[in-house]
């Protein structure tokens, strides 16, 4: 039973980490109907950030913030450089973030070299916790994923701004026609997605080795998770995080994390394609 | 009216006289590059004329190459060690995997364009996890050793010579195959269904089938260019069915021209060409370069480079006199 808890912990930890990948996705995805395919590389600048920065004396609770800023602005870029043409073109959207994630992974091979490196934790002594005993960071972890889900949701469902950008979601000329400026706010949503990815990978770099291969392994079961969950409402991803962060952690347990991704993966496909609208789309139903 | 075939035709006479210009290492080399070619080709298929844009060609492309290889080496059971028949498999596994994955897709409520794309990124990275973790199909180093195909005269494909022609001669078999069901009715209604899906249901066409078939098509072009591959490079690993292919593919078609197959076809000698002369000079910075100068096109010119330059005219039955 010890065992239990443990892997229970790891679900929930995997689980929230996925969540804070897909908060940042679906808020660009749900307001601009853009797949964001260089979601994976922001949180990889997330990663090397704190990296810079940690190498230069910043502490790690100040580099999180500054992961956000920084990316954010790198988003804020790309928008203004990229995306702003390409708007009215959905397919290409996919296409063009497609090339950035390609242009910014390399960028990074080749200042910083393609081996992996380590972050220094902030927190190493293990906590005990239903008998098990726990690496406090990742709680740590899970904690931040809580909250930064809960700020979003916050804006999202109680503020004039999210109200806004609900109105966006739902029928984006008619809010133009109500006198929104909808440049000023998919401007502003790319950038804050884009901060929330580089928020994750700064969270997630003390935990893995930062490498610029990193950010696939997490962006695609993000993806998958918020189609699973349904992309129509911004609570499917927690729907789907959960169902894909947990199956992903209990397979691997069971099995190999190899068998975990191909099983996990084609679970979702086939979710996808029965449920076109998600998990949140039984509901409605 | 035919000015515009000009470019097309002489992409083919340069392409035939090249033989006679070239020593057999750089005659081996563009061997390769068509190869190349006709998986853009298969691409360009899909994505200009179905509107499917593929993230995961190199998934029919890996599902030749293997079919080839395993077949030519004699490893199915019950089927002869004959790498013709390893050739015609490999189109077979290639237009077997597209059309599954059509009618996985496909078929009842279906699924949005966009989600398309994800799913076939998600389909490439299985597909790279199941042969990359499958020993008896050689796991991580692949399968080496696979044979040429052997030609009359004593020949085989190993010789640069015959290996360049037979190459080209398939390569113009492809092209010709897919302009053929490009300018047919079934290909027009394929266009239409690119514009708007709905408008061509309801004028009687089951538009689920249409789509496999033309996923199936497009699978057994780029099955095709797999087994060419492994044969050509006689060898086979998992990089040539996951993502950094299918990556480059996308780029080349794109670059090309994602509406005309022989721009797609000329994206990709061009790309690959500039890449085995530049990525020894400036390195690391290729993909770079490669990245930006996808963006680039992407959002300055959606209709590729060379797409106005090889545009054919209209077939003669779609011309208004």
């Known amino acids: 039973m010890v065992s239990f808890f443990g892997l229970a912990l790891d679900a929930l930890n995997y689980t929230s980490v996925l969540l804070l990948v897909c908060v940042g996705l679906v808020v660009i995805f749900g307001l601009m109907q853009v797949i964001n395919l260089a979601h994976g590389e922001f949180f990889l600048l997330g990663a090397y950030t704190v990296l810079v920065a940690q190498g230069v004396g910043v502490p790690f609770w100040l580099c999180v913030p500054l992961a956000f800023v920084t990316v954010g602005l790198v988003g804020l870029l790309c928008d203004a450089a990229i995306l702003r043409f390409i708007y009215d073109r959905p397919v290409d959207t996919i296409l063009a973030t497609w090339g950035l994630s390609l242009a910014i992974r390399q960028a990074i091979v080749i200042v910083f070299g393609p081996q992996s490196q380590q972050v220094a934790a902030p927190l190493t002594e293990p906590v005990q916790l239903f008998g098990v005993a726990y690496s406090s960071y990742r709680l740590v972890v899970i904690l931040i994923a809580i909250l930064v889900a809960l700020a979003v949701f916050l804006v999202l469902y109680r503020t004039s701004i999210g109200l806004a950008a609900r109105a966006a979601m739902a029928n984006r000329q008619m809010a133009q026609c109500l006198g929104i400026n909808m440049r000023r706010l998919d401007r502003s949503t790319f950038s804050v997605g884009a901060g929330l990815a580089g928020l994750s990978g700064a969270v997630m770099a003390p935990l893995m080795s930062v490498d610029p291969q990193m950010g696939m392994g997490f962006v695609l079961p993000a993806f998958l998770s918020i189609l699973v969950g349904g992309v129509g409402s911004p ?48 509901r409605s139903k | 009216m035919t000015l515009r075939l000009l470019p097309t035709l002489a992409v083919w006479a340069v392409l035939a006289v090249l033989p006679m210009l070239l020593g057999p290492w750089e005659l081996a080399m563009f061997g390769q590059l068509l190869i190349y070619g006709i998986a853009a080709m298969s691409l360009a298929f899909i994505w200009g004329q179905g509107g499917l844009v593929s993230f995961g060609q190199a998934l029919f492309f890996g599902a030749g190459a293997y079919a080839m290889s395993l077949t030519s080496k004699g490893m199915l059971p019950g089927i002869p060690d004959s790498p013709w028949l390893g050739l015609l498999l490999a189109v077979v596994a290639g237009a077997v995997f597209g059309g599954l994955i059509g009618a996985a897709l496909f078929f009842g409520k279906g699924l949005r364009t966009a989600y398309f794309g994800i799913i076939t990124i998600a389909a490439a990275v299985i597909a790279e996890r199941v042969t990359t973790n499958w020993r008896y199909i050689g796991g991580f180093n692949g399968l080496l050793d696979v044979p040429p195909l052997p030609l009359p005269g004593g020949l085989d494909s190993a010789d640069p010579f015959a290996g360049y022609l037979l190459v080209l001669g398939f390569a113009l078999l492809a092209f010709l195959f897919l302009l053929a069901v490009e300018r047919s009715p079934y290909g027009t209604v394929l266009r239409g269904i690119r514009c708007d899906e709905r408008r061509i249901m309801s004028l009687g066409f089951f538009v689920p089938l249409w789509k496999v078939l033309a996923l199936a098509i497009s699978g057994g072009v780029a099955g095709l260019a797999g087994g060419l591959f492994a044969t050509q490079f006689s060898f086979v690993s998992p990089a040539v069915i996951g993502l950094a292919l299918s990556t480059e593919i996308l780029i080349w078609a794109a670059v090309g021209g994602k509406a005309v197959l022989l721009a797609a076809f000329v994206g990709a000698i061009i790309v690959k060409y500039m890449e085995s002369y530049l990525s020894e000079t400036i390195g690391n910075y290729w993909l770079l370069v490669t990245g930006i100068a996808f963006i680039a096109v992407v959002v300055l010119f959606p209709q590729g480079l060379l797409g106005r330059f090889f545009a054919l005219p209209q077939p003669r039955r779609l011309r208004r006199d």
């Open chain 1, 235 to 282: 609570a499917g991803a927690i729907w789907g995080s959960v169902v894909i962060g947990s199956s992903t952690t209990l397979v691997s347990a069971w099995w190999t994390p190899v068998i975990a991704q191909i099983v996990v993966f084609l679970l979702a496909i086939v979710t996808i394609r029965f449920l076109p609208s998600g998990l949140s789309g039984l």
